[in-house]
T-cell receptor
Framework: KAGVTQTPRYLIKTRGQQVTLSCSPI?????VSWYQQTPGQGLQFLFE???????NKGNFPGRFSGRQFSNSRSEMNVSTLELGDSALYLC????????????FGEGSRLTVL | QKEVEQNSGPLSVPEGAIASLNCTYS??????FFWYRQYSGKSPELIMS????GDKEDGRFTAQLNKASQYVSLLIRDSQPSDSATYLC????????????FGDGTTLTVKP
C-alpha cells in the first residue's frame, strides 16, 4: 500500500514569490492535514481537510491556504513568500476525522532566499 | 506555558537500558495521545497511541497515561542504537484527526 506522497520534495523560491505544494494521501484515507516544521517552532498545525472541507485551521496568516479535491488529494499554497517561511512542510493523512492517528509524507522542504 | 511540553533532552542511555520519555499537557479535555518517532532527516512515524488511563504495551514500547496529572510517558525497554531518534508527543483535544498539538520532541541517543 503506497504511503503519503508529497511533491515537490525540495524547492527554492525567492521572497515575494508563491508556492504550491501537493499531497496524495494513503488510498482510502479521507483526511489530510498540513504541518510546518522548523527547528525553532517544531511542528505547527496549518490546516486540516476532510471531504473537501477545511475543518480546522492553525494560527498562520492568510498567505497560507489550502484545498482538497474530490479524490482526497490536497494542495497548499503560500503566497508572497517571506524568509521565515523556509521550513519542512509535512502532509499527513488519516482514515477519517476521528482517528487522530496521522501518517506523514516525507515532506516538502522549502527554502526562501 | 506550552500546550504540550516534553523533556528538553537530549537523553542518552546505554544499549539495553530503559529509556523514559515524558510529556505533560495543559488542556484537561485532551482525550487522545500519541507518540511519534522521527529519525534525522525523515518525517514523523506513529509508534504508539493511548486513549485511557494506565499502561499500553507494544513490544519494547510502553505508553503510560495519567489524565489526572495530565501526564503521558513512553518507556523503551532494551534500548537499541536504532531507537536513536527524536520522539514527539502529540495530544488531541477530542478525537479529532489532524488537530494534534505536538511537543518540541526529546532527542534520544542509545550508545552501543
Amino acid at each position: 500500500k503506497a504511503g503519503v506522497t508529497q511533491t515537490p520534495r525540495y524547492l527554492i523560491k525567492t521572497r515575494g514569490q508563491q508556492v504550491t505544494l501537493s499531497c496524495s494521501p494513503i488510498s482510502g484515507h479521507r483526511s489530510v492535514s498540513w504541518y510546518q516544521q522548523t527547528p525553532g517552532q517544531g511542528l505547527q498545525f496549518l490546516f486540516e481537510y476532510f471531504s473537501e472541507t477545511q475543518r480546522n485551521k492553525g494560527n498562520f496568516p492568510g498567505r497560507f491556504s489550502g484545498r482538497q479535491f474530490s479524490n482526497s488529494r490536497s494542495e497548499m499554497n503560500v503566497s508572497t513568500l517571506e524568509l521565515g517561511d523556509s521550513a519542512l512542510y509535512l502532509c499527513a493523512s488519516s482514515l477519517t476525522v476521528n482517528t487522530g492517528e496521522l501518517f506523514f509524507g516525507e515532506g516538502s522542504r522549502l527554502t526562501v532566499l | 506555558q506550552k500546550e504540550v511540553e516534553q523533556n528538553s533532552g537530549p537523553l542518552s542511555v546505554p544499549e539495553g537500558a530503559i529509556a523514559s520519555l515524558n510529556c505533560t499537557y495543559s488542556d484537561r479535555v485532551s482525550q487522545s495521545f500519541f507518540w511519534y518517532r522521527q529519525y534525522s532527516g525523515k518525517s514523523p512515524e506513529l509508534i504508539m497511541s493511548i486513549y485511557s488511563n494506565g499502561d499500553k504495551e507494544d513490544g519494547r514500547f510502553t505508553a503510560q497515561l495519567n489524565k489526572a496529572s495530565q501526564y503521558v510517558s513512553l518507556l523503551i525497554r532494551d534500548s537499541q542504537p536504532s531507537d536513536s531518534a527524536t520522539y514527539l508527543c502529540a495530544v488531541n483535544p477530542r478525537t479529532n484527526a489532524g488537530k494534534s498539538t505536538f511537543g518540541d520532541g526529546t532527542t534520544l541517543t542509545v550508545k552501543p
